[in-house]
C-alpha cells in the first residue's frame, strides 16, 4: 500500500482529485448535449481537443506528484468511492 501523502503533495492530490471530478462531470454533460443534437460539429470538436489536452495536462501533474489515477480517488464511507 502507497502512503498517504504530506504537506504539498496531499494538497496537490486534492486538487487533482476536485480536477478530475469536474473532468468526469463535465464530459458526462458534453456527451448528453452530444445525444440531444444540442452541439454543432465544430462545438463537438472544440470539446473534444479539449478533454484531450485536459488529460494530457492531468497526465503530467500526476506525474509530477508521483501519484496514480487510484491515488485521486476519495473513499467517502458509506456513500462509496467518489470517483
Known amino acids: 500500500a502507497r502512503a498517504m ?4 503533495e496531499r494538497v496537490a492530490q486534492l486538487v487533482l482529485t476536485l480536477i ?11 456527451l448528453r ?4 443534437g444540442s452541439l454543432t460539429d465544430n462545438e463537438i470538436e472544440r470539446l ?3 478533454f484531450i489536452s485536459l488529460n494530457e495536462r ?5 506525474k509530477a506528484f508521483d501519484l496514480k489515477d487510484e491515488d485521486l480517488n ?3 464511507g458509506p456513500l462509496g468511492d467518489l470517483l
Not at 33 to 36: F, P
Request: aromatic share 0%; no cysteine.
Open 20 to 30: 478530475e471530478l469536474l473532468r468526469q462531470l463535465l464530459e458526462r454533460q458534453a
Open 58 to 62: 492531468m497526465d503530467e501533474l500526476k
Open 33 to 36: 448535449r452530444m445525444e440531444a
Open 48 to 50: 473534444g481537443q479539449t
Open 74 to 76: 476519495l473513499n467517502l
Open 5 to 8: 501523502p504530506h504537506g504539498p
